[in-house]
């Protein structure tokens, strides 16, 4: 059997190292592309698209408007993880807000009956490190995961194709199990 080949796109992260390894360790192989160097469309060659979190902030809609248009035109599953979760976010006319900052393992409840938490409890503990919060859903998506931090913790597309978690998934145990849930969505 063919391993799946997931594109990360590298918003900046400083855990894109981390990133891909967990994916790689699941069984995916990985190739990474700058936010600005994305191709216009997937060749066939992908089987998911990952999008790390950023430096650039979310609501700069020029920089990834490319970013957005593959997403957009992809037929494969989409996750978007802090800051890449934002901006999918941002450019379907969700708002982000200031918040305190946060850094280190904060707990969020998560609804079990979505396919990207099959392989966690209820309650998880997932890792944050940032000031930025979404704080509702915009139109097309729904809120799947909720944390005393974030309002939305995690959404989902109403097609279910796109995904998106304010936590680092990188990072944790709990983390890890997600983004096998999200590996079983491609294979």
């Known amino acids: 059997m063919t391993q ?32 600005a160097s994305v191709p216009t469309r997937l060749t066939g060659r992908h089987q998911a698209i990952v999008l790390s979190g950023t430096k650039v902030r979310a609501w700069d809609q020029a920089y990834y408007r490319p970013l957005i248009d593959l997403v957009t ?11 890449g979760m934002q901006l999918l976010a941002v450019a379907a006319g969700g708002r982000l807000a200031e918040g305190p900052q946060r850094v ?60 998106g978690a304010q936590a680092h998934l990188e990072f944790r145990k709990d983390g890890l199990e997600i983004l096998r849930g999200f590996t079983d969505l491609y294979r």
């Open 4 to 35: 799946p080949r997931v594109l990360v796109v590298d918003n900046g992260t400083l855990s894109l190292p981390q990133l891909c390894r967990r994916l790689e360790q699941l069984g995916s192989l990985t190739e990474t592309v700058k936010a």
């Open 73 to 83: 035109h992809a037929a494969v599953p989409v996750l978007g993880i802090c800051g």
């Open 104 to 163: 280190g393992g904060h707990e969020a409840q998560v609804d079990t009956a979505e396919p990207l938490f099959s392989h966690v409890k209820p309650t998880v503990t997932v890792f944050h490190r940032h000031t930025l919060y979404l704080q509702q859903a915009p139109p097309g998506y729904r809120v799947i995961g909720r944390s005393a931090q974030a309002p939305v913790e995690f959404l989902r597309s109403d097609d279910g194709r796109v995904l």
